[in-house]
Nanobody, 114 residues
Framework: QVQLVESGGGTVQAGGSLRLSCAASGIIFSFNAMGWYRQAPGKQRELVAIISRGGSTNYADSVRDRFTISRGNAKNTVYLQMNSLKPEDTAVYYC????????WGQGTLVTVSS
């Protein structure tokens, strides 16, 4: 079964940090790019950060300089280090991979309290 599994979500106070992890299973090819998206209640899903197979990164303006995306040594793993979290970062965060197939994770909830 092809899937991406996220972990690391939770509740943190404003100004705190969290690290999200995403690992693939059942996938033998390498994604061309992996990324993190988020969806807050009542809002559309939006791109947070993306990293290419070559290591190029791109961030949403709202998280630039606070979040860092990186790829793990294992194939098809990706991390999102989130620092200086704000209440507006509260959302379900989804891992995404694109390549031969497009695959979404099930999401992990991040709650930032003020």
């Amino acid at each position: 079964q092809v899937q991406l599994v996220e972990s690391g979500g939770g509740t943190v106070q404003a100004g705190g940090s969290l690290r999200l992890s995403c690992a693939a299973s059942g996938i033998i090819f390498s994604f061309n790019a992996m990324g993190w998206y988020r969806q807050a209640p009542g809002k559309q899903r939006e791109l947070v950060a993306i990293i290419s197979r070559g290591g190029s990164t791109n961030y949403a303006d709202s998280v630039r300089d606070r979040f860092t995306i990186s790829r793990g040594n294992a194939k098809n793993t990706v991390y999102l280090q989130m620092n200086s979290l704000k209440p507006e970062d509260t959302a379900v965060y989804y891992c995404h991979g694109e390549g031969y197939l497009e695959v979404w994770g099930q999401g992990t909830l991040v709650t930032v309290s003020s």
